[in-house]
């Protein structure tokens, strides 16, 4: 593993597609389609993550719904723009692609490793039941000066140390990605469902 993005962040999954293959976009004529994976948790819950797929890694065209995949690649951010401002949003970069049996290695099911950077200065904050959480925003470097930003969360002890982080601070985590919806007011008036993805952090160091 020689390629800098693949060392510095690194996504495995493993679930049931779920969705058809929608188009999203194109470079140097080869053609980038989203499809959903709902991933199982430990729990009875589930993660439904989106991924972002090569037509030349799988027949777009073929309906998988319920069929098992295994997906290894990065996971990327971009910002669209949107109500005059700019949106997070977040898929897994699918690099390597393979159909599975089922899910029942649900312990390897979700992965993620980051290498990244504090871009913003952590939230910590308590919950009504006292669990103490922090929200951090990590800054990952990719080639050619881009980066993608992933919302990071971390639970109680995590949550304390990185409570301290300050920004520019070099971090690698590990843990997993999951989605969670949530109501997004638009107005007086009205307001959508719309679901946010993060990486719950497992474990972490502070290199700087």
């Given at each position: 593993m020689t390629d800098k993005i693949i060392e510095n962040n690194q996504v495995s999954i493993m679930g049931k597609i779920i969705s058809d293959f929608s188009f999203s976009h194109e470079v140097f004529g080869e053609g980038f389609y989203m499809v959903d994976i709902s991933v199982q948790r430990l729990s009875d819950s589930s993660d439904v993550i989106p991924v972002m797929i090569s037509e030349r890694?799988?027949?777009?065209?073929?309906?998988?719904r319920e069929s098992y995949i295994q997906i290894f690649g990065q996971f990327r951010s971009y910002n669209r723009h949107e109500e005059k401002r700019n949106r997070l949003v977040l898929s897994v970069f699918a690099r390597e692609v393979s159909f599975v049996e089922d899910d029942s290695d649900k312990v390897k099911s979700n992965q993620i490793y980051l290498d990244g950077y504090i871009c913003k200065a952590p939230v910590y904050?308590?919950?009504?039941?006292?669990?103490?959480?922090?929200?951090?925003?990590?800054?990952?470097?990719?080639?050619?000066?881009?980066?993608?930003?992933i919302p990071c969360i971390c639970w109680g002890r995590n949550a304390r140390f990185a409570s301290g982080f300050e920004v520019g601070g070099h971090v690698q985590v590990w843990g997993r990605i999951q989605s969670r919806e949530y109501v997004k007011k638009l107005n007086e008036e009205s307001a959508e469902k719309r679901t946010a993805y993060e990486v719950s952090v497992s474990k972490m160091e502070y290199l700087a």
């Open positions: 890694l799988i027949d777009v065209t073929k309906d998988y904050r308590r919950t009504p039941l006292g669990r103490e959480i922090a929200d951090m925003l990590l800054a990952v470097n990719r080639p050619y000066g881009k980066s993608d930003y």
